[in-house]
């Protein structure tokens, strides 16, 4: 059974930094894409980041470009996203996922919430 479990968020201010991770457990992680969404209050899901089965590419929204950086631990089956600077924007609920085609799966999710 393929299972996605995030942690790390929390409450912080504005110029902060916190560190999601996501351990993963039950397909081969590391051959895999992986990504981040978010889901603010009241909006859609958004994309965040993602990174490829080796770890040596990865892609960011530009809302969070040059501010958050996405890793893995393969050999931990542990995806991370080490989030700096962070703004009252970056309030959401955040999740993992990925796709075994055809079905994706993602992480109960864990809330970050940015605040004075």
């Known amino acids: 059974e393929v299972q996605l479990v995030e942690s790390g968020g929390g409450l912080v201010q504005p110029g902060e930094s916190l560190r999601l991770s996501c351990a993963a457990s039950?397909?081969?992680?590391?051959?895999?894409?992986m990504i981040w969404v978010r889901q603010a209050p009241g909006k859609g899901p958004e994309w965040v980041s993602q990174?490829?089965?080796?770890?040596?590419?990865?892609d960011y929204a530009d809302s969070v470009k040059g501010r958050f950086t996405v890793s893995r631990d393969n050999a931990k089956n542990t995806l991370y996203l080490q989030m700096d600077s962070l703004k009252h924007e970056d309030t959401a609920v955040y999740y993992c996922?990925?796709?075994?085609?055809?079905?994706?799966?993602w992480g109960q999710g864990t809330q970050v919430t940015v605040s004075s």
């Open positions: 039950g397909f081969a992680f590391g051959s895999f894409v």
């Open positions: 990174i490829n089965s080796g770890g040596g590419k990865t």
């Open positions: 996922g990925t796709t075994i085609v055809p079905q994706w799966y």
